[in-house]
């Protein structure tokens, strides 16, 4: 897996590139300390996964990844912070970032990694539990004007549940084959990129 460690701290920086490196599962291409850096070594390298830290000078991670993104609409940005920051949490969603974790749990960092590189998106648990109430907004959006069907929200209300295909399936009793065809729909109809953000706007307009 190849990887780009972004992070103005380069102690820490070098701490993050040895213990990955450490595993021999993980080669660090790059290595830079501030957005524009990131945005710059992404294009040339094109990694598997953009590890980010978030506050920096010149350009923050959060600025760094939105514009990565709109140019490479697939790329698969983690985010790791030391700041659990709702604001910060939110603005990531948003974005379509793969994951959010805190520097604090070294452990874990390494299967995100893999699960990000892997298509799968992830938050820490502290971070999924304020969700609910770091998202919810507005009440009674209604979903018939981007031509959602009752099918389809009642699949919106399960991912937003933390539900994977195969438990939707299960619980509809459909296969999964057609419950990723329903989620493929609702991705397009709603303009949005993959199920972490369905749960997001769902949460914003519940």
């Known amino acids: ?62 600025d760094a990844a939105a514009q990565i993104l709109r140019e490479f609409p697939n790329a698969n940005i983690l985010l790791l912070t030391t700041f659990s920051d709702d604001e910060y949490i939110i603005k990531a969603l948003r974005l379509g970032a793969k994951g959010y974790l805190l520097k604090q749990d070294y ?19 502290e971070i ?27 699949i919106i209300q399960l991912i937003a549940d933390g539900m994977s295909n195969r438990e939707i399936a299960a619980r509809l009793f459909l296969s999964e084959g057609t419950v990723r065809n ?4 609702i991705l397009d109809k709603l303009q949005l990129r993959d199920r972490t953000q369905v749960a997001v706007f769902y949460y914003q307009h519940r």
């Open 1 to 62: 897996m190849r990887i780009i460690i972004i992070d103005d701290d380069c102690l820490v920086a070098d701490a993050l590139k040895m213990i990955l490196e450490a595993s021999q599962e993980v080669c660090v291409c790059a290595q830079g300390c501030d957005g524009r850096e990131a945005a710059a070594l992404y294009r040339k390298h094109r990694p598997d996964v953009l590890l980010m830290d978030i506050r920096m000078k010149n350009m923050n991670g959060l």
């Open 107 to 125: 452990a874990s960092i390494l299967p995100a990694l893999k699960a990000v590189c892997s298509g799968q998106t992830v938050f820490g648990k």
């Open 128 to 154: 999924v539990a304020r969700l609910p109430a770091l998202l919810q907004k507005s009440h009674g959006f209604d979903y018939s004007s981007m031509e959602i069907s009752d099918r389809e929200l009642e």
């Open 182 to 185: 329903y989620l493929s729909s």
